[in-house]
């Protein structure tokens, strides 16, 4: 998927400069002309960064970068803020680099500077992604993983090897329970030269309800259902780029079945309540018994 900019800033020109030369990045961009209606367009729909305005009309810069930071820690989004103001001075950059920031800009905002953040910001987000999925692998090494030295698990090593130098291809692993199916699912991620250092998501069919396994799967927008209080992203979202892990697929409704094929094609979904189409690049591993 393409990262995603949020501006926001009363300015119309100013937005509309901006939208251009990050589109022409590669950045799909939106925008909103106050801090409340930034605020709202954010938490429908997070986007990977957004371009903060330090004077808003209704409400100062600031306190939205604390606001936003504070929420995006609380879901769990990784949302990084560039501040942009006519009116800047050291006070107010070191302030919102305390905050959160990612970093500060001066208006006029000159585009050759305003490209290199975002250049940076992006580089700088995916490390952040490698060295969580990192640390995640490592924690979970540590009951560190023994195969085995018979020639039947010798037989399933070489197997896994084999698949993994296909990094989209889609697996399903076939035995009884207690087997080490999960296991399997793992070593074949860890194997994957493009997705190894990318999320590992798994879930397992068979412990939630029908309705609750769909909007895991492909997240909800907010108010598709009673609970659905705020947007949530689903786990083919989280796994983006890497590995999503379906233990117990027997176990999935037939109508949720079908969706999940759409997928599996086309490499697109739409979350719960929604009218937007999201693409991925995700291996989905099953299992069953």
């Not at 990094?167 to 030269?193: F, R, Y």
């Not at 992203?233 to 759409?262: C, H, N, V, W, Y």
Request: charged residues 30%.
């Amino acid at each position: 998927m393409k990262p995603s900019v949020l501006v926001i800033d009363d300015e119309k020109t100013f937005r509309i400069v901006v939208e251009e030369a990050l589109s022409a990045e590669g950045f799909d961009v939106s925008s909103a002309s106050s801090g409340e209606a930034g605020l709202l367009t954010w938490q429908r729909d997070p986007t990977d960064f957004v371009i903060l305005d330090r004077n808003l009309p209704d409400i100062d810069g600031v306190k939205l970068l604390e606001g936003l930071a504070r929420e995006a820690r609380e879901r769990g989004i990784d949302t990084l803020v560039v501040m942009a103001t006519a009116y800047a001075d050291v006070a107010s950059a070191v302030q919102a680099l305390k905050l959160g920031a990612f970093d500060y800009l001066a208006k006029p905002v000159r585009l050759p500077e305003l490209i290199v953040t975002f250049r940076r910001a992006l580089d700088a987000r995916r490390l952040r992604s490698q060295v969580r999925n990192l640390a995640d692998r490592e924690k979970a090494a540590q009951g560190d993983l023994v195969l085995g030295e018979s020639a039947a698990i010798r037989d399933v090593v070489r197997m896994v090897e084999k698949v993994a130098l296909s990094e989209d291809t889609t697996v399903l692993i076939q035995g009884e329970s207690g087997t080490g199916k999960e296991l399997v699912a793992n070593l074949i991620h860890q194997k994957t030269p493009g997705r190894c250092i990318q999320p590992f998501i798994e879930i397992n069919c068979a412990s939630l309800p029908d309705n609750l396994l769909e909007s895991e799967l492909f997240g909800y927008e907010k108010g598709a259902f009673t609970d659905a209080k705020a947007q949530k992203r689903g786990l083919f979202e989280a796994a983006d780029s890497g590995t999503l892990f379906l233990d117990e697929i027997g176990e999935m409704r037939p109508s949720t079945q079908a969706k999940l094929l759409k997928v599996l094609e086309e490499m697109t979904f739409r979350r719960l309540g929604g009218t937007r189409d999201f693409k991925v690049d995700v291996r989905v591993i099953a299992a069953t018994n």
